[in-house]
């Protein structure tokens, strides 16, 4: 009774439209979650995103959930995940990949999840990491570890800094990231998490860091993918 005036007074919004929602445990609707183009699960790697980091990494898996279009309703749940704290679209984009592959290879020998973090000082000021709502559920419905921890990011700069001063850019890359391991880390295989791929430089220096572990493995996972 309570929830139902509550719904009333406040009525949930969808998060892809900002039309209200009735009568669904999502927080987007279903003509928006009908409009989002799915990423094709094959039987191994996505074709398009494997060849993106050909020669870059040696990925064991490549794959995405959605792909990314700034005049569709993807640009507006990454935007409200990634700017606006709305952290149930991580755990929707979550169950969404899971329904779609958990049955997938992608998943069956991976030891642990880890995300592209953000530098200690950006996260404070946004208060979050938009990547850990996803990891976190991810994990809870795969049973594979989430790993916050695993890697550090070095330095502090703004995308328009980094935009601006290509000496910065290309300072950075050798640097941007610390891995922290021991022993029992070698030959893991580590699936690097993502909220949208372009060019994949900053996956190539992460994952390059990762390598360095002995004997590791490493495969990505993207919620969203530009075509």
Do not use: W
């Amino acid at each position: 009774m309570f929830q139902h005036l509550f719904n009333l007074v406040f009525p949930k919004k969808c998060l892809g439209c900002n039309e209200t929602i009735i009568n669904t445990k999502h927080y987007i609707c279903p003509e928006c979650l009908h409009s989002l183009d799915f990423v094709t699960v094959g039987n191994h790697s996505n074709p398009t995103l494997l060849t993106r980091f050909f020669g870059k990494l040696p990925l064991v898996c490549a794959n995405g959930l959605i792909y990314y279009d700034k005049k569709e309703v993807s640009h507006n749940l990454i935007h409200e995940l990634k700017y606006k704290d709305q952290q149930n679209i991580g755990f929707l984009f979550a169950e969404l990949t899971f329904e779609k592959y958990k049955n997938h290879i992608a998943f069956k020998e991976v030891d642990e999840l880890v995300a592209v973090p953000l530098h200690k000082k950006k996260e404070k000021e946004r208060g979050y990491n938009q990547l850990d709502s996803f990891g976190k559920r991810l994990s809870e419905l795969t049973g594979i570890p989430y790993n916050k921890e695993r890697l550090t990011r070095n330095f502090y700069t703004t995308p328009q800094a980094m935009k601006k001063n290509l000496f910065l850019r290309s300072s950075l890359k050798s640097d941007l990231f610390t891995v922290n391991y021991n022993e029992s880390d070698y030959g893991k295989h580590f699936m690097i998490l993502d909220d949208v791929v372009t060019t994949g430089s900053t996956l190539e220096i992460l994952g390059k860091e990762l390598l360095k572990i002995p004997n590791s493995k490493i495969s990505t996972f993207f919620m969203a993918v530009t075509k």
